[in-house]
C-alpha cells in the first residue's frame, strides 16, 4: 500500500490503470477506522482491480463549535488496518492540499440538504455543502469506476446519489450495510467520545429502531404511532432525540404511514457524542 498526500502524486500512478481498464474503487472516510469502514472496504476489494481510500477529516463539513478538533484521528493504525484489507493506496492530504489559498467554489445539492441532519436547527445545510463539494474533489481527483458509502449515514447516501446523477458524474455508487456492535450500537468514530456508562445509554438508539420495526412487523402503520414506540425507548434512557422521523427512504419526504421503503432517522445528543442511526422499515401492504 502507498500513502499519498497531494493529488499530482494520488493520480498519476492511477493514469495508466485507468487507460488499461482496470476497475478503480474508492472509499471515502475521516478515518479513525472501525469495522462498518473496513466491510466499505471489504466489498470495494472484492468488486474493483485497484482500491483508494481517502483518509481527510473535511473541516468544510463541519460547523464552528463542532468538534473538528476533537474529532479522534490515528493515521497509523488507520495506514496498518488498510493495508491489511488489501487497500493499494491511502490519500491522506493536509488540509491545503484540498482547500489551498483562494479556494472558493462549493457544489451544493438542494432540498434534500435542508431537513434532518440539513436542519439549521441541527448540523445545517453547510455541512452538506462540506461533504459535496469535497467528494465532488475526490471524485474529480481519483476517476474511480465505483465508490461507496454507508448506509450509516443515510441521508449522506441518497445527497451523494443526487449530486452524482444532476452532475452526471460517471461513477456509480454502492451503499454498503450499517455494521453495529453485538450489542446494536451503530459503529461509529465518534463513538469514541462515549463514557462506559453512555456507552450504555446509546444502547437506546438501535433498541428505539428496533422497537419501531418490530411494531411494523406487528401491523402497525400509523407514523405517528410508529414514532411514539420508538420515542418510549429513548424517553426510558433519559434521551431526548434532536430529531426522530419517519421519511421516505427515496426523497426524505415526510410519510403518514409506512408503506414500503420507509427511513427512520434518529440523532441524539449523549454525553460529548452527537449520535445518528437509522433504520429502514418495509411494511408493505
Ligand atoms: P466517516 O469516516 O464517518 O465519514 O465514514 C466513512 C464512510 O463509512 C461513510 O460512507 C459512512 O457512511 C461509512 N460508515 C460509517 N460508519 C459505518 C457503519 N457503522 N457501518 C457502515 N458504514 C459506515
Redesign the pocket.
Known amino acids: 500500500m502507498r500513502t499519498v498526500r497531494t493529488v499530482a502524486e494520488l493520480r498519476e500512478p492511477l493514469a495508466p490503470d485507468r487507460r488499461a481498464g482496470r476497475r478503480i474503487g474508492l472509499?471515502?472516510?475521516?478515518?479513525?477506522?472501525?469495522?462498518?469502514?473496513l466491510?466499505?472496504m471489504r466489498r470495494a476489494r472484492a468488486e474493483n482491480d485497484l482500491l483508494v481510500v481517502s483518509?481527510f477529516v473535511?473541516p468544510a463539513q463541519f460547523a464552528p463549535g463542532e468538534d473538528f478538533s476533537a474529532y479522534p484521528r490515528d493515521e497509523q493504525r488507520d495506514a496498518e488496518l488498510a493495508e491489511a484489507e488489501g487497500v493499494d493506496v491511502l490519500f491522506s492530504p493536509p488540509a491545503e492540499e484540498i482547500y489551498p489559498d483562494g479556494f472558493d467554489t462549493t457544489v451544493t445539492v438542494g432540498r434534500l440538504t435542508e431537513t434532518l441532519e440539513g436542519d439549521e436547527a441541527q448540523r445545517g445545510a453547510e455541512h452538506f455543502q462540506g461533504v459535496t463539494t469535497v467528494v465532488t474533489k475526490l471524485f474529480n481527483m481519483v476517476g474511480p469506476d465505483v465508490a461507496?458509502?454507508?448506509?450509516?449515514?443515510a441521508q449522506?447516501?441518497l445527497v451523494i446519489r443526487k449530486l452524482v446523477r444532476d452532475l452526471d458524474i460517471p461513477v456509480r455508487i454502492e451503499?454498503?450495510?450499517?455494521?453495529?456492535d453485538e450489542d446494536g450500537l451503530?459503529?461509529?468514530?465518534?463513538n469514541a467520545y462515549l463514557t462506559p456508562d453512555e456507552r450504555q445509554r446509546a444502547l437506546a438508539l438501535s433498541r428505539a429502531l428496533r422497537t419501531a420495526e418490530s411494531a411494523v412487523e406487528s401491523g402497525t402503520r400509523e407514523a405517528a404511532a410508529v414514532v411514539a414506540a420508538a420515542r418510549k425507548e429513548l424517553e426510558r434512557a433519559g434521551i431526548e432525540p434532536d430529531y426522530l422521523q419517519l421519511r421516505s427512504a427515496t426523497d426524505l419526504s415526510p410519510v403518514e404511514r409506512v408503506n414500503g421503503s420507509t427511513l427512520l432517522a434518529v440523532a441524539a445528543r449523549v454525553g460529548r457524542a452527537r449520535l445518528i442511526d437509522n433504520a429502514i422499515l418495509g411494511g408493505e401492504e
Open positions: 472509499v471515502p472516510t475521516m478515518g479513525f477506522f472501525h469495522e462498518g469502514h466491510s466499505l483518509l473535511n461507496y458509502f454507508g448506509q450509516k449515514d449522506q447516501a451503499v454498503c450495510p450499517t455494521i453495529r451503530a459503529l461509529s468514530s465518534r
